[in-house]
């Protein structure tokens, strides 16, 4: 079966369409895909939170998903309350 892992950093994304036996779950997937250069905090199957012992299917898009590096409320707080800006 194929399965897209997609890696999101800012301004960079790095994908990459893997090969696996059926019934792989997310942690062979991380392992095919090779060493990560970044701290994930997460995995999501199409938007939808997993775990590493989820079962992929042929056509999954795997998403690994970093920290918030900011809360959005809180950067919400600070956009408004900044000048407005003319």
Same mark, same amino acid.
């Given at each position: 079966?194929k399965?897209?892992?997609?890696?999101?950093?800012?301004?960079a994304?790095?994908?990459r369409?893997?090969?696996?036996?059926?019934g792989?779950?997310?942690?062979?997937?991380?392992?095919?895909?090779? &060493?990560?250069d =970044?701290?994930?905090?997460?995995? !999501?199957?199409?938007g939808? +939170?997993a775990t590493?012992?989820?079962v992929l299917?042929?056509?999954?898009?795997l998403?690994?998903?970093?920290?918030l590096?900011?809360? &959005?409320?809180? =950067?919400?707080?600070?956009?408004? !309350?900044?000048?407005a800006? +003319?």
């Amino acid at each position: 079966m194929k399965v897209d892992v997609v890696l999101a950093r800012p301004r960079a994304v790095r994908s990459r369409t893997l090969e696996l036996p059926d019934g792989a779950t997310i942690a062979a997937a991380l392992a095919a895909f090779g &060493p990560l250069d =970044a701290e994930i905090a997460g995995y !999501a199957v199409y938007g939808v +939170r997993a775990t590493e012992d989820t079962v992929l299917r042929d056509g999954d898009r795997l998403e690994l998903l970093r920290a918030l590096q900011l809360d &959005p409320k809180d =950067a919400r707080r600070r956009r408004a !309350a900044k000048p407005a800006a +003319r």
